[in-house]
């Protein structure tokens, strides 16, 4: 799954969420995608500042913990690579893989800043 993630599977010129899945899981209600998305972005920016403690203080299990955490709310708003990335790192953390772990938290911020970026466009475009 590590070397999946690190050979590059998510183009960049993907959109990191699938406004289609939110959009759904949420019956078209713009109000509550809206909360979602936004709720999703305040706990994975959140979450990513635990991440990078658990990185400086090697504590792997932390690691691995914190990806467990993210991953089924990135994948119910259809960030499916950032869950992806999230699972890797859960992985690396079970199997005490600290260079993948390290890998992925190289390519965790930058994803997680495209996924902001996309929803507040998105949002920006949505009536309230």
Do not use: Y
Not at 1 to 14: A, K, N, Q, T
Not at 64 to 72: A, I, N, P, Q
Request: glycine residues 8%.
């Amino acid at each position: 799954m590590i070397d999946e993630v690190e050979s590059g599977s998510f183009p960049d010129e993907s959109l990191p969420v699938d406004m289609a899945v939110m959009r759904r899981m949420f019956h078209d209600n713009p109000a509550l995608v809206r909360k979602f998305g936004l709720k999703f972005i305040e706990v994975a920016t959140d979450t990513l500042v635990e991440m990078k403690a658990a990185q400086s203080g090697k504590d792997l299990l932390a690691l691995g913990r914190l990806g467990h955490k993210l991953k089924s709310s990135a994948r119910t708003i259809g960030a499916s690579g950032f869950a992806d990335l999230c699972e890797a790192l859960e992985k690396a953390g079970t199997e005490n893989n600290w260079s993948g772990a390290e890998s992925l938290m190289a390519e965790i911020p930058v994803l997680l800043e495209r996924i902001t970026q996309q929803l507040e466009n998105e949002f920006s475009n949505m009536s309230e």
